[in-house]
Nanobody
Framework: QVQLVESGGGLVQPGGSLRLSCAAS????????MNWYRQAPGKQRELVAT???????NYVDSVKGRFTISRHNAKNTVYLQMTSLKPEDTAVYYC?????????????WGQGTQVTVSS
């Protein structure tokens, strides 16, 4: 059974920091590309950051220079370090694991963790 369990969300003041974690089980974590998405109320889900199985990273423009995605394969965990948080970062953050070949694709999601940036 595949599980992705996010943690680390909460309420933080503007300018503050949070670190989200996503612990994976039931998959060969090291071969998966890992993504963090977010969805704010009334908005579509947005891809925030990606780290490939090889360690390459990519970010949406709005978080570049503020967020850092990383992974620890021995712990089957991906992280999202968020700094200089803004009210517009408020959203439910989801962890996503993707692996694909020519013939099949596996795509798993966590349940989400709420991040609220407010004074």
């Amino acid at each position: 059974q595949v599980q992705l369990v996010e943690s680390g969300g909460g309420l933080v003041q503007p300018g503050g920091s949070l670190r989200l974690s996503c612990a994976a089980s039931g998959i060969m974590f090291s071969i998966y590309d890992m993504n963090w998405y977010r969805q704010a109320p009334g908005k579509q889900r947005e891809l925030v950051a990606t780290i490939t199985s090889g360690g390459s990273t990519n970010y949406v423009d709005s978080v570049k220079g503020r967020f850092t995605i990383s992974r620890h394969n021995a712990k089957n965990t991906v992280y999202l370090q968020m700094t200089s948080l803004k009210p517009e970062d408020t959203a439910v953050y989801y962890c996503n694991a993707v692996w694909g070949s020519r013939y099949v694709e596996y795509d798993y999601w966590g349940q989400g963790t709420q991040v609220t940036v407010s004074s």
